[in-house]
């Protein structure tokens, strides 16, 4: 079965600090995608990254970082120095086997940065 | 106009009401998604449509009745709600239906069924 795991359901931290959101994820299938996406306050989803599993590199944008670790089925997202800016819901999602348009959601991460 | 917008972005409506959500997407693409995100529940998948075809019926109840009039547009026609639809409804587009493209969402409705 396939399945999206982000057990943190809310994190809270202070401004700066640094913060680790988990993905796990279960999958038979041994190519796949996995991404991740970003819900503010106001609504909308926005796209964050599409990782290939083909691609274990580790992933750098800006404060945003991504370890991808294919032994551990993990997709963990970091943000470094974190702002206020970045309090939103975040989510992990896989693609659905035999399915051209289904992906499989992660229940989400409520990431609350105080300042 | 940029992105995937969607009107209303608030709707308070009677069970016994007839309302329309629109979405439009200045992407593009030819696929169009419209979700539904209660609270505490995986977001969940409810129709698609690729250049224009519906491809996707995710088991939806009758009263919920998408429309794709153009690869552009997006509606959801709404007639005798329950409380239990009241949710914040995403519309989604990609440049086809395939789940190795990336969606890229509107703000959503946010609808509340009296």
């Known amino acids: 079965a396939q399945k999206v795991t982000q057990a943190q359901t809310e994190i809270s931290v202070v401004e700066k600090e640094d913060v680790t959101l988990d993905c796990v994820y279960e999958t038979r299938d041994t190519t796949y995608y996995l991404f991740w996406y970003k819900q503010p306050p106001s609504g909308e989803l926005v796209f964050l990254i599409r990782r290939n599993s083909f691609d274990e590199q580790n992933e750098i944008s800006g404060r945003y970082s991504w370890n991808f670790q294919k032994s551990t089925s993990s997709f963990n997202f970091t943000i470094t120095a974190s702002q206020v800016v970045d309090s939103a819901v975040y989510f992990c999602?896989?693609?659905?086997?035999?399915?051209?348009?289904?992906?499989?959601w992660g229940a989400g991460t409520k990431l609350i940065i105080k300042p | 106009e940029t992105g995937v917008t969607q009107t209303p972005r608030h709707l308070v409506m009677g069970m016994t009401n007839k309302k329309s959500l629109k979405c439009e997407q200045h992407l593009g693409h030819n696929a169009m998604y419209w979700y539904k995100q209660s609270a505490k529940k995986p977001l969940e998948l409810m129709f698609v449509y690729n250049f224009k075809e519906q491809t996707e019926n995710n088991s939806v109840p009758s009263r919920f009745s998408p429309e794709c009039p153009n690869s552009s547009h997006l509606f959801l026609h709404l007639h005798t709600l329950q409380p239990e639809d009241s949710a914040l409804y995403l519309c989604?587009?990609?440049?086809?239906?395939?789940?190795?493209?990336?969606?890229?969402f509107g703000p959503g409705t946010r609808l509340l069924v009296l």
């Open positions: 989604a587009s990609s440049k086809t239906s395939s789940t190795l493209e990336t969606q890229y």
């Open positions: 999602a896989l693609p659905k086997r035999d399915s051209n348009y289904q992906l499989i």
